[in-house]
């Protein structure tokens, strides 16, 4: 058996009108290979699985039940090899391609500058797009096959079409301003935030569902007065005394120039927990593959 004998097969089936008998007309243009060779070849196949693929009645040609299996496991024998030649052209061919890449804005530089770094060293010629959006955003450009790779920040575990990896937790901390009474503690609990007016991450990140989650274990819902995708802009507000905010530790260790004060929460599970998440397949390009091993 040849493979070109399941891809005349193949393409007769997707390309025959099925109106006339030995009809090979669409398939041969297609093909840019005669009608005869055509039908030799399927001749050929049949001898070989000793088995009729089509009945040739006067109301046309159709397929054998044989043939429908034939058909069922053509697909998969030729994406099989369409999948050893894009791996080959992978391995090949790296010096050029590109990944689409999201990150939570909250992540930013302060955890991925230094793996960014590292992949464009040793792959310079890798075109790597950055989308900040947030961690639900990512999952479901993931799923659409919008973005290649996302880092998120949930809880991890693998879900129904991503595989997701988790890299390191940050605890939490309280963020308020140096004047704020809170400041002078030198550890707070989260049922003593219940009449705090909260500046918090958008709906759309993990962070923002976590939270209001933990509050209602102390029978409280924040008491939210802004929302906003950019950690710069949440600081500053507390900066200016409008709220209090919960943000990672890396995040807070980044602080300067503004007068606020970061305290840890009493609590030993209240984390950000960052992964990194990529559409469950059969194949993943060489790429990507090599942007989730510096993760190993």
Request: with cysteine; aromatic share 8%.
């Amino acid at each position: 058996m040849e493979l070109r004998q399941i891809e005349y097969f193949a393409e007769v089936v997707k390309h025959s009108s099925f109106t006339k008998a030995s009809d090979f007309t669409k398939a041969s243009e297609y093909l840019n290979v005669s009608q005869p060779a055509i039908s030799k070849a399927i001749r050929k196949l049949e001898a070989e699985l000793n088995i009729m693929l089509f009945k040739r009645t006067s109301k046309g040609l159709t397929l054998t039940d044989a043939g429908k299996i034939v058909l069922k496991n053509t697909s998969f024998i030729l994406d099989s090899f369409s999948n050893i030649k894009l791996e080959l052209e992978d391995t090949i061919n790296l010096k050029n391609g590109e990944l689409n890449i999201g990150i939570p804005p909250i992540i930013g530089t302060t955890y991925f500058t230094e793996y960014i770094s590292k992949y464009l060293t040793l792959y310079p010629e890798i075109n790597l797009n950055l989308f900040e959006i947030g961690t639900n955003s990512i999952k479901a450009e993931l799923e659409e096959g919008n973005l290649d790779i996302g880092l998120i920040c949930s809880q991890i575990h693998s879900e129904n079409n991503l595989v997701i990896k988790q890299i390191m937790k940050d605890p939490l901390r309280l963020v308020v301003h140096s004047d704020h009474p809170l400041a002078a503690k030198k550890i707070v609990s989260i049922n003593e935030l219940k009449d705090e007016p909260f500046i918090m991450l958008r709906k759309d990140f993990s962070l923002h569902t976590k939270l209001i989650e933990y509050c209602s274990l102390y029978n409280f819902h924040p008491k939210i007065v802004l929302e906003s995708s950019q950690k710069e802009f949440m600081l500053e507000m507390v900066n200016s005394k409008l709220g209090i905010s919960i943000l990672p530790e890396k995040t807070c260790n980044n602080i300067k120039q503004l007068a606020i004060t970061t305290i840890p929460l009493k609590t030993s599970n209240l984390n950000l927990e960052l992964g990194i998440a990529w559409k469950k397949t059969e194949y993943i390009p060489y790429a990507l593959r090599a942007f989730i091993s510096l993760f190993n």
